[in-house]
């Protein structure tokens, strides 16, 4: 076989991975979760995320009002614990998130007392900063 006959079959083979991966689904794609704490006081997040018989957790983050956590990201359904942070042992919120094609964006608010809940909003196009990204 010919130097120009291999360089053409490693060519046709390198187009044909691309092409099978070009077509594979994105399923272990690892979607990015930000929070930003809008009540009053200190808060801890812990996001606990199960895929494929694996569980990861992020280590807890303490977020001050008004301030963003920096992106989280992990495969699979995910499980968001707030705590207070004066606290640890009272659990505000514990709920599970479902996995998204998509980068998503919450909002921490106050509820009932004692409790805050998760609002969507809108994922911030240009970094993560401390300070507010969208209203």
């Known amino acids: 076989m010919s130097s120009r006959q291999q360089q053409s079959n490693r060519f046709l083979w390198a187009g044909m991975a691309l092409a099978v991966l070009g077509l594979a689904p994105q399923l272990g794609r690892a979607e990015t979760i930000i929070f930003r704490n809008?009540?009053?006081?200190?808060?801890?997040?812990?996001?606990?995320?199960?895929?494929?018989?694996?569980?990861?957790?992020?280590r807890p983050i303490l977020l001050a009002p008004k301030a963003n956590s920096g992106p989280i990201m992990l495969l699979g359904d995910k499980q968001v614990a707030i705590y207070d942070a004066n606290l640890p042992t009272r659990v505000l919120y514990k709920d599970f998130?479902?996995?998204?094609?998509?980068?998503?964006?919450?909002?921490?608010?106050?509820?009932?007392?004692?409790?805050?809940?998760?609002?969507?909003?809108?994922?911030?196009?240009?970094?993560?900063?401390?300070?507010?990204?969208?209203?």
Not at 51 to 57: D, E, H, N, S
Not at 108 to 122: C, E, H, K, T
């Open 97 to 135: 998130l479902s996995p998204s094609q998509y980068n998503r964006a919450f909002s921490i608010q106050p509820d009932s007392p004692g409790r805050v809940r998760l609002q969507m909003i809108p994922f911030p196009q240009g970094g993560f900063g401390t300070g507010g990204f969208l209203p």
């Open 38 to 58: 809008d009540t009053h006081m200190a808060i801890v997040v812990q996001v606990t995320a199960g895929f494929k018989g694996r569980v990861q957790r992020t």
